[in-house]
């Protein structure tokens, strides 16, 4: 059966990594790719969908929403994996069996940031101090933040099954805070709404979903690749 990867390639910098690297991508995927310039990428991915990514700038939350979407679309689960990442992607990952997946799947966590109470008073030079404080207030209001996980947004896999209704419901409904957050706080980012990992795991546990590491998941082609 055939099995889908969805990618995103915003600006030229990424554009031309794909153009380099979506040779990586293994044959049995079809490849879905959401662009600001569909042109290019039409001439040069003969067999992808491209698609037009219609925001004038990136927006993190997209990376689970469109797919989520592409996963209501064809009714089946969907790899996602960062343009940026192709080079780094774990051999485990191509060898999954994509159709079979009924749990999000995720590659590990920010560092040594596993849960949401690890960003209380985190200092990084990636943001400014006190940037999470307005989110783990909201947060920790409703759930205990020791039991929010923060997920490595790089690749991950979206399962198709009713609670995910669920989860992108709560995953949306937190997108302005987190973009709010972004606009009204200095951090290095180029694009709007970072820390969507820590949406991921906030979302999963309100719409009580399960989560497996992908190294540990039984989910492995019977043909090696």
């Known amino acids: 059966m055939e099995e889908h990867i969805l ?15 979506h040779n990586l991508i293994p044959n049995n ?33 997209d990376k689970v929403s469109l797919t989520y979407k592409l996963s209501v679309e064809k ?28 749990d999000i799947h995720y590659l590990g966590h920010w560092g040594n940031i596993e849960s949401a109470n690890d960003l209380v008073n985190h200092e990084s030079e990636y943001f400014e101090n006190g940037y999470w404080d307005n989110i783990l207030s909201f947060f920790s209001s409703e759930v205990d933040l020791k039991l929010i996980p923060i997920i490595l947004e790089r690749i991950f896999i979206l399962p198709y099954n009713n609670k995910m209704k669920n989860f992108i419901k709560h995953f949306e409904l937190i997108r302005p805070l987190f973009e709010h957050t972004s606009l009204t706080k200095h951090n290095v980012y180029d694009g709007i709404g970072n820390g969507e990992g820590l949406a991921i795991g906030y979302s999963i546990l309100k719409s009580n979903n399960s989560l497996v590491h992908i190294a540990e998941s039984e989910n492995i082609k019977k043909d090696l690749i």
Do not use: Q
């Open 7 to 21: 990618l995103i390639a915003f600006g030229k910098k990424y554009i031309d990594i794909l153009i380099e690297n």
């Open 29 to 61: 995927y079809k490849l879905v790719v959401y662009t600001n310039d569909v042109d290019t990428l039409k001439n040069t991915l003969n067999n992808a969908d491209v698609r037009e990514y219609k925001r004038n700038l990136f927006r993190y939350f």
């Open 75 to 102: 009714k089946k689960p969907i790899l996602y994996i960062d343009v940026g990442r192709l080079k780094e992607v774990p051999n485990k990952v191509w060898k999954m069996n994509l159709n079979n997946i009924k």
